[in-house]
């Protein structure tokens, strides 16, 4: 079993905003990275200002001490086909994803694809059996996800996933960028996690406001 090295390779499935950023934010805390995608070019302005790699899905996956997943909820499971289970299984794979429907939200609230009773990470655990999911990361902007400032103190990361040892890693990662973890248990409890992402962004659909993040007071 691995536990959190000072160093980890990263591989992160997937070209966007949050793939961006947070491979910068594991490079300037000293990891290394491979960035996954299917179209190399997309990241040529990345690849010019950060020392990470650039490979496909699957050289990501197989570089990788421990994934990140942030592709378009709709494809996350032809990505990580894509990335293929034996370059996933036993691996951490940090889940950013949320199930986000091709529709207009409704008076700013997102729609999705899935149920209350069956959230996409436990759609990929059941497909990736041999892979250990933690969901983190989507219930917040991308420009605030690396180490955020706020007159609040350190906002609140909700995770869960099946494995408890892949959680704590990913609590470890959550301490060295900025966050505290609130462990929410086993995947099925993405169901009430995936949702944060629609409550974050009414106030960015509502006012054009898109600065904030969750904070659990005990
Ligand atoms: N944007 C945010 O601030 C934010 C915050 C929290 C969570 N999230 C979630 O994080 C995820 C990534 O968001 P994003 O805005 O960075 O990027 P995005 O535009 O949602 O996704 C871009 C990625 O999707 C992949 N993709 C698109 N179609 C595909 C297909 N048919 N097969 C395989 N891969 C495909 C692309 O792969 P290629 O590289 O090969 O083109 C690209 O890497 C989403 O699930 C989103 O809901 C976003």
Redesign the pocket.
């Known amino acids: 079993m691995v536990y959190f090295p000072q160093i980890m390779k990263i591989g992160i499935i997937?070209?966007?905003?949050?793939?961006k950023v947070l491979a910068s934010g594991f490079l300037k805390h000293g990891h290394s990275v491979t960035m996954g995608?299917?179209?190399p070019s997309?990241l040529e302005d990345w690849a010019a200002q950060n020392e990470g790699r650039i490979g496909s899905f699957a050289d990501a996956a197989a570089f990788a001490d421990l994934v990140v997943l942030?592709?378009?909820?709709a494809?996350?499971a032809?990505?990580l086909r894509?990335a293929t289970g034996a370059n996933l299984a036993g691996k951490p794979v940090i889940d950013?994803?949320?199930p986000?429907a091709e529709l207009p939200p409704v008076n700013g609230v997102l729609r999705f694809f899935t149920s209350l009773d069956e959230s996409l990470m436990e759609r990929l655990q059941r497909e990736f059996p041999e892979t250990r999911f933690v969901k983190a990361?989507?219930?917040?902007?991308?420009r605030r996800m690396v180490n955020p400032q706020f007159e609040g103190g350190k906002p609140t990361m909700f995770i869960c996933g099946n494995d408890e040892s892949a959680r704590k890693i990913v609590g470890e990662i959550l301490d060295q960028f900025g966050w505290e973890t609130a462990d929410m248990g086993k995947a099925e409890a993405a169901r009430a996690i995936e949702p944060l992402?629609m409550l974050w962004c009414i106030p960015g659909f509502l006012r054009n406001e898109w600065s904030h993040a969750f904070k659990l007071l005990k």
């Open positions: 997937g070209s966007g905003d949050v793939a995608t299917r179209e997309k942030a592709v378009k909820g494809v996350a032809d990505a894509l950013a994803t949320n986000i990361f989507n219930s917040v902007g991308n992402c």
